[in-house]
């Protein structure tokens, strides 16, 4: 290297100490890098903005999509584009209630329909879980979440939970949380959504919850068959020309019913099994048990 060359560097080594320990260069370098953040920032709120317009015209595949690529993936993304994308996903599953003034609640993961409220939760597997509260006649009381629904965004797969199924029995026959009636629309409109998610591309499992279903099913409760509730469904029975009641076997009983449906009590191990056989008439074990209510102390005690 030349002499001069060596003079320039110096110079120039000479000029970026002085520039790093001038108060108006470095002063300078700190708005440059303030600067540069501020545009990155800005790039990534407008991005967010552009994402929330999109949800915002989005239809259900294609907010389906969204979920598999933002949430299965646990994207980067805002609070708001998140919730934002939920809403308007599970709005799209729960649209048949809207005739039933369905909105939004205060709690941002839960809708409030005419007969009870949806909570909307992921699970650990970025499955989508439904609760469901229903609405109670005495106001004193207040009816817990009960998880019904899990559905499976990847697989278009939906689970019903019959343990919750079989508790709104309960819930309407011995804590009288609800009357009959209610459990009744209540049936209605969760088979409507059912077929809801059936229309948007779901396999739903087949459960004691659909009604587009003969009833064909075997329960065992864990309570002893006991004489006095036998005998109030035999006394039913006779008292009614619809149906009939026969001993078929030792502790097997047969109780007929209307349009041939037929309902088997056997009494197996300390514990009450039942078979319901609808006869090819679709309906859910709701449908059933708000019909004949005489059967339900087999499977729920007071």
Not at 28 to 42: D, T
Not at 268 to 282: E, G, V
């Amino acid at each position: 290297m030349s002499t001069k060359e060596n003079k320039s560097t110096e110079l120039k080594k000479a000029s970026q100490n002085k520039e790093e320990t001038d108060p108006y260069y470095k002063e300078k370098a700190q708005n440059h890098a303030e600067m540069v953040s501020w545009i990155a920032s800005a790039e990534k709120e407008l991005a967010d903005l552009r994402l929330r317009k999109t949800l915002l015209e989005d239809d259900f595949t294609e907010l389906l999509n969204e979920y598999r690529r933002l949430i299965v993936t646990d994207a980067a993304i805002s609070t708001v584009a998140k919730t934002s994308l939920l809403a308007y996903l599970t709005y799209e599953l729960l649209k048949p209630l809207n005739d039933a003034t369905l909105k939004q609640t205060d709690s941002y993961n839960v809708w409030e329909a005419k007969y009870f409220s949806i909570k909307y939760q992921l699970t650990d597997k970025r499955d989508l879980a439904l609760s469901f509260q229903m609405n109670v006649i005495d106001t004193r009381f207040e009816a817990k979440f009960m998880p019904l629904f899990l559905l499976d965004l990847q697989e278009m797969s939906v689970t019903v939970d019959e343990r919750q199924v079989l508790e709104l029995i309960r819930l309407w026959y011995s804590e009288k949380v609800f009357s009959r009636n209610q459990l009744t629309l209540i049936n209605y409109d969760l088979n409507r959504l059912l077929a809801n998610f059936k229309q948007l591309g779901f396999t739903v499992s087949a459960s004691l919850l659909d009604n587009t279903r003969a009833l064909s099913v075997d329960l065992e409760s864990d309570f002893p068959l006991e004489t006095n509730i036998l005998d109030d469904i035999f006394i039913t029975a006779m008292d009614s020309t619809e149906y009939d009641f026969d001993k078929i076997g030792q502790r097997y009983y047969q109780v007929k019913l209307n349009q041939e449906q037929n309902v088997y009590i056997q009494s197996k191990k300390n514990r009450t099994h039942l078979f319901i056989d609808s006869n090819n008439r679709r309906r859910s074990i709701l449908d059933f048990f708000t019909h004949y209510p005489f059967f339900v102390p087999l499977i729920v005690r007071e």
